[in-house]
């Protein structure tokens, strides 16, 4: 089974927001709902300040919080080894929405739970993720951790990296890459 | 049963290069008796969502757009779109798209609006015009335009017979740096700029707020340059995101660059840092340049800038130890103050010196290739009166100056102006002192705005005329100076909507209908493309299949150790000193001018861009206005605590003149200056037509009511009004 894991290097995200409405468009998030965002998040007095832009997005958990919450088995581990959603065993009782920590699911307006999907439609013709695609910076880096050559692979093995909510024990499948930044997520 | 990306390609090939034709469906055998699949077609075209002129492709699925994607063999996309070029598909399905020709049946700016068909519509305005012709000279309407359909425009109303028009890309925007850059190199640094950022070990952001500003290609080579350790150094009394990526964060006091440019250019002569292989076999002047900035000291400058002279001589150092490869960034928006070209003429001179230009790291060169100009018709046009486009001022660009136009129209001097086009240009938000906008357009017998959406300048119209989006129509094609050269094409990828027409179009239709049917030659743009390929000998089909032509062999980036290299000044070397500027009576080397400050309690009104929107054209954009629905006043967090005011709240700015902006939410933050506020460029729209932007935010423009000129190329300053911050009642 393929581990596909997103490396996010921090200090490469521009804030531009292109991944914002890359992924809307892909999959047709409806108005007033996003499947990932930017976090900006500010540090210190002026003018002595430090600043984090930060994409955030479902973390793919191993241990996925979501998944053990679900009474129909709509949230589920997939053959690629993804968190997905089926619509169609989905009742919408969004206990699914708040089992995550991570404030990843949204109640679509026809009644269930969504996600990103780590743009698995896209995986399957061997593409990457929408949001990937656009990176102006470079900053969302995708592939197999399984792959010893992969892109992902080199980068977890070159830099320290930390996880959301790592004491949360959920396994988060997106790594975040940093030079500078000290505070934790 | 799914079909894969090869399986398309298959079937694409089969189907041919139709372009915006309807969607092909597959009935295979297996698929008897189903839902027939839709298979989407992949048009390559060039965004129109702001001006860097990206490839895009886009997804089209049963005739409709459903995705745009980065054209990868585009230099200024490579493969990918920012926010705005994603939210094409917005602007294409904006429910608020002006939709048929209108002709206003009230008082002039009433927008008593009243449908008209384009028959109807166009001959209005010719018969409009045929009466000005007669009565006034047909140098009496003047164009104020921006885009790509400027080229129809311009060569309709010279055909007319008119030679005035203006362009805001000019004096409002990038014109200063554009004139220091052609009196020191011979040549402007290039749109999109020719910098070699990926590359910099040093990049200096002077205001440029590269991530809020989201131009494609240079954002990519930015970020890859922070990647790889660059060191950035940004001077901006805001923390903007470059701020957040630099290494030294110079919140300088606003009008005060050219003080610690000179600095800068003082320290790196004196200790000696300056590339003395470079500035001796490329530059004359050096000496000049050397005994003016003596009395630029860092400490001198500390006073001006609020920057410690120690940090100034660091980062000097900073540039000094990575010469050449120190990308000091022109700007792109320069129209702050009254000395923009010699601040601009300073960002020059420090390039040269440090030996930045033609090389690793700094500004690029232009590829080598030389395509002969076709016109949009051989004929030539009329003779005509002297033109009013470049003013007083000796080194104004071709583009022409906006205040110009407005000037003549509102005093009849040298002539009277009697009628306006504007296309594709938002007049009330994209020029200074609104009122003056007002008072001229009440002047005028004439007003035609062509656009795609109901902006407040349309609102003002006598007579609108719908122009279709840039997914629906062609355009002339772009040529592309990037590394190598290219050429980019706009081609429809579904077929306009509404009753929208092509600017093209447009303009070929009101020619005829002033007798003027010789200057628009062809049958359709496409056919005038395929007849300008065939002259330039690319080939048109691989275009349209490609969306972009490369030319490999044209690049030369740099310039060669020990070449004998000649700039295109008057010398043939960089000219640090300015003999061109002396004979006009200008300083030859930059001269420190102070500028007016804010007394206690008032505010220097800044503004800027954000990434996910192109100045106003976006505000109402579906697609766009649900990442950014409105602007928010950016406002220190000590003076927010000292007046009371609360994150989020909402307030009211009123400027020296007394004019109250929309209500504006404040931003209380550290990352500002307490001198200062701040605004994103382009919104608090007065326009009803546009239901999601009407009254959302601040519009920076309606508070610009001053502006000084910079007496050497007409450029504009527009960051000399100033705020006081008030409680929305």
Not at chain 2, 284 to 294: I, L, P, Q, S
Not at chain 2, 350 to 370: D, E, F, Q, S, W
Not at chain 2, 420 to 442: C, D, E, H, S, Y
Not at chain 2, 651 to 665: E, M
Request: proline share 6%; glycine share 8%; aromatic share 10%.
């Amino acid at each position: 089974m393929p581990k596909y894991v997103m490396v996010i290097d921090v200090e490469k995200c521009i804030g531009c927001m292109a991944c914002v409405i890359a992924c809307k468009k892909e999959n047709n998030v409806p108005e007033e709902h996003f499947r990932t965002r930017v976090v900006e998040e500010v540090r210190g007095e002026f003018p002595n300040l430090r600043m984090e832009l930060r994409s955030e997005l479902c973390n793919h958990c191993e241990n996925a919080p979501c998944i053990d919450a679900c009474p129909t088995r709509a949230s589920h581990r997939a053959k690629d080894g993804t968190v997905q959603i089926d619509s169609v065993k989905c009742i919408g009782c969004k206990a699914c929405i708040l089992a995550c920590p991570y404030d990843a699911r949204y109640s679509h307006p026809k009644g269930f739970a969504d996600k990103c999907t780590f743009c698995d439609h896209r995986l399957k013709e061997g593409k990457k993720p929408a949001c990937v695609e656009t990176c102006l910076g470079k900053s969302r880096i995708f592939g197999d951790l399984e792959e010893a050559n992969s892109e992902v692979a080199e980068l977890l093995r070159k830099h320290d990296s930390s996880v959301r909510l790592e004491f949360a024990g959920t396994r988060p499948r997106v790594f975040y890459i940093k030079k500078k930044f000290a505070g934790g997520l | 049963m799914s079909i894969t990306r090869r399986d398309f390609l298959k079937i694409a090939a089969v189907t041919g290069g139709a372009v915006a034709a309807s969607t092909p469906v597959v009935k295979s055998v297996l698929a008897l008796g189903k839902k027939p699949v839709s298979l989407p077609q992949y048009v390559p075209t060039t965004c129109e969502m702001c001006f860097w002129r990206c490839g895009a492709i886009a997804k089209v699925l049963d005739g409709k757009v459903v995705k745009l994607d980065g054209n990868p063999i585009h230099p200024n996309s490579r493969g990918k779109l920012c926010a705005r070029g994603h939210g094409g598909i917005g602007l294409l399905y904006d429910p608020d798209r002006l939709k048929t020709p209108l002709i206003n049946t009230g008082a002039r700016g009433e927008a008593k609006f009243k449908k008209a068909s384009w028959d109807e519509a166009l001959g209005f305005v010719a018969d409009k015009m045929q009466k000005i012709k007669e009565k006034y000279g047909p140098e009496s309407v003047a164009l104020l335009t921006h885009g790509t359909i400027s080229a129809y425009f311009l060569h309709l109303l010279q055909a007319y017979g008119s030679p005035n028009f203006a362009m805001p890309s000019f004096a409002l925007c990038r014109g200063a740096r554009g004139v220091a850059f052609e009196v020191t190199f011979g040549e402007d640094v290039g749109n999109p700029e020719r910098l070699d950022l990926q590359n910099s070990k040093v990049i200096v952001l002077i205001g440029s707020h590269l991530g809020e500003n989201a131009h494609n290609s240079q954002c990519q080579e930015f970020a890859e340059a922070v990647g790889k350790g660059a060191t950035v150094i940004v001077l901006d009394p805001r923390f903007s995101t470059a701020a957040g990526k630099a290494q030294y964060w110079l919140p300088i006091k606003p009008a005060t660059d050219l003080a610690l440019l000179l600095a800068w250019i003082n320290v790196i002569i004196n200790e000696g840092l300056y590339d003395k292989e470079y500035v001796a076999k490329y530059t004359t002047g050096f000496n000049e340049v050397a005994k003016a900035v003596k009395e630029y000291t860092p400490e001198w400058a500390e006073k001006e800038t609020d920057i410690p002279a120690s940090l100034i001589v660091e980062t000097a150092r900073v540039m000094g130890k990575n010469k050449p490869s120190v990308l000091i960034h022109p700007g792109r928006h320069t129209a702050w103050y009254s000395d923009n070209v010699q601040r601009q003429r300073a960002v020059a001179i420090l390039t040269a010196i440090l030996g930045a230009y033609g090389r690793p790291g700094g500004v690029y060169l232009n590829p080598k290739k030389k395509l002969e100009p076709v016109f949009l018709s051989e004929k030539d046009y009329p003779d005509h009166k002297q033109e009013l486009n470049k003013g007083k001022y000796p080194f104004a660009g071709e583009e022409g100056i906006t205040h110009e136009i407005v000037r003549a129209t509102l005093t009849d001097e040298p002539y009277p102006i009697k009628a306006w086009f504007t296309t594709g240009t938002n007049i009330m938000k994209a020029m200074p002192n609104q009122r003056a906008t007002l008072n001229a357009v009440q002047k005028l017998d004439l007003l035609v705005a062509v656009d795609m959406m109901p902006y407040d300048g349309v609102m003002l119209a006598d007579v609108v005329l719908p122009e279709c989006t840039y997914l629906e129509r062609h355009d002339d094609f772009f040529t592309v100076k990037e590394r190598s050269f290219g050429i980019s094409i706009r081609q429809p990828v579904v077929q306009p909507m509404y009753d929208t027409k092509p600017g093209w179009w447009i303009a070929k239709e009101l020619g005829k209908r002033l007798g003027l049917e010789e200057y628009f030659p062809w049958n359709t743009f496409e056919d005038f493309l395929k007849a300008k390929a065939q002259i330039w000998g690319i080939d048109y089909a691989e275009l349209a299949k490609n969306g972009y032509i490369d030319f490999p062999e044209s690049a030369k980036p740099y310039i060669s150790s020990g070449e004998d290299f000649k700039f295109k000044t008057p010398s043939g070397k960089i000219e640090l000193y300015s003999k061109e500027l002396k004979e006009h009576g200008f300083d030859a080397v930059p001269k420190y001018t102070k500028h007016a400050q804010p007394s206690e309690g008032w505010f220097r009104l800044i503004y800027g861009r954000a990434p996910v929107h192109t100045f106003s054209r976006t505000t109402n954009n579906p697609s766009l206005w649900e990442l950014m629905e409105e602007n928010v006043a950016w406002i220190n967090s000590k003076i927010a605590k000292r007046m009371g005011l609360k994150n989020n709240e909402y307030i009211v700015l009123v400027n020296q003149d007394g004019v109250k902006s929309n209500k504006v939410r404040a931003k209380v933050t550290e990352r500002i200056r307490p001198d200062c506020i701040y605004i994103v460029h382009g919104f608090g729209s007065t326009s009803k037509l546009l239901k999601k932007a009407y009254l959302r935010g601040a519009d920076d423009q309606q508070l610009i009511t001053r502006y000084v000129i910079d007496p050497i190329g007409g450029t504009v300053g527009m960051r000399v009004n100033f705020v006081k911050i008030a409680k929305e009642v």
